[in-house]
């Protein structure tokens, strides 16, 4: 309840252009808070859309996406995880499908464009934005995303599994001296050698590898839904205790550089 309960989808601000990464429940609140609050919406406004990977929790909020439907708004969207098999117009088309979903993707008046890339390619989405990526360690493949602009840099890295003792040499390279690093903190290190194979890490590597490559800030991220908000207290204390200035992330926070 005060953690929040919705799952991925950052939205990052660069000048006047806006990035979402991750299509989880989250982005139904930000497509309505676009609509009603900031009258963006009807504004022949340019998204980009970014995906870490297309697992349920990370895609299930995309048809919820209120200005996908306006005619005027664009809507470019990218991922790194799919080729050569699949592409991410395909995964998306399949999520909006009978039995899945009443309406197809084709009832999205908003122009829609679709951007497969290999992770570990650079991206330049324009305005001066550049987007670094990297591969991560989880069943089907994920992407992550460091984001410089203006001298300022954010590093977006989720759903990922570490290996014990063997920091993951991808991740080091793509934080490397970030200002914000947000990580996939959903176990601790004792609830980890149970979780193995899921998919994901621990906010205590999450530490370690902000240690190593000397980033700013550290955020705890990709909370486990069965962590309830006073487990999550306990955690906010423990990773204080370890790295102090660290952040535990909650509904509508906003960082800023
Ligand atoms: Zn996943
Ligand atoms: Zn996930």
């Given at each position: 309840?005060?953690?929040?309960?919705?799952?991925?989808c950052?939205?990052?601000?660069?000048g006047?252009?806006?990035?979402?990464?991750?299509?989880g429940t989250?982005?139904?609140?930000?497509?309505?808070?676009?609509?009603?609050?900031?009258?963006?919406?009807?504004?022949?406004?340019?998204?980009?859309?970014?995906?870490?990977?297309?697992?349920?929790?990370?895609?299930?909020?995309?048809?919820?996406?209120?200005p996908?439907?306006?005619?005027?708004?664009?809507?470019?969207?990218?991922?790194?995880?799919?080729?050569?098999?699949?592409?991410?117009?395909?995964?998306?088309?399949?999520?909006?499908?009978?039995?899945?979903?009443?309406?197809?993707?084709?009832?999205?008046?908003?122009?829609?464009?679709?951007?497969?890339?290999?992770a570990?390619?650079?991206?330049?989405?324009?305005?001066?934005?550049?987007?670094?990526?990297?591969?991560?360690?989880?069943?089907?493949?994920?992407?992550?995303?460091?984001?410089?602009?203006?001298?300022?840099?954010?590093?977006?890295?989720?759903?990922?599994?570490?290996?014990?003792?063997?920091?993951?040499?991808?991740?080091?390279?793509?934080?490397e001296?970030?200002?914000?690093?947000?990580?996939?903190?959903?176990y601790?290190?004792?609830?980890?050698?149970?979780?193995?194979?899921?998919?994901?890490?621990?906010?205590?590597?999450?530490a370690?590898?902000?240690?190593?490559?000397?980033?700013?800030?550290?955020?705890?991220?990709?909370?486990?839904?069965?962590?309830?908000?006073?487990?999550?207290?306990?955690?906010?204390e423990?990773?204080?205790?370890?790295?102090?200035?660290?952040?535990?992330?909650?509904?509508?926070?906003?960082?800023?550089?």
């Amino acid at each position: 309840m005060r953690y929040g309960g919705n799952t991925a989808c950052l939205e990052i601000g660069c000048g006047d252009r806006m990035l979402i990464f991750d299509a989880g429940t989250g982005l139904h609140v930000l497509g309505s808070d676009l609509s009603a609050n900031r009258g963006i919406v009807g504004g022949d406004l340019k998204y980009d859309l970014f995906f870490t990977h297309t697992h349920f929790d990370h895609i299930c909020g995309f048809p919820f996406f209120q200005p996908a439907f306006d005619p005027s708004n664009k809507l470019r969207i990218w991922a790194g995880h799919l080729l050569p098999e699949r592409t991410i117009r395909e995964v998306l088309i399949y999520l909006m499908m009978d039995p899945l979903f009443p309406i197809p993707i084709d009832t999205m008046r908003a122009k829609l464009d679709f951007e497969d890339f290999e992770a570990g390619k650079i991206l330049y989405p324009g305005d001066d934005i550049s987007i670094r990526t990297a591969p991560l360690n989880h069943p089907n493949g994920a992407t992550g995303y460091r984001i410089d602009y203006g001298g300022r840099s954010i590093c977006y890295v989720t759903d990922t599994e570490h290996v014990v003792g063997a920091p993951d040499q991808n991740i080091l390279g793509l934080i490397e001296g970030a200002d914000y690093f947000i990580y996939d903190s959903t176990y601790s290190d004792d609830e980890f050698a149970e979780h193995k194979g899921w998919g994901h890490s621990t906010w205590q590597e999450g530490a370690r590898l902000a240690d190593q490559a000397g980033v700013g800030t550290f955020v705890v991220f990709h909370h486990d839904p069965d962590h309830d908000d006073a487990h999550m207290d306990t955690v906010t204390e423990a990773v204080e205790a370890v790295r102090p200035g660290s952040i535990v992330a909650r509904e509508d926070m906003i960082l800023t550089p």
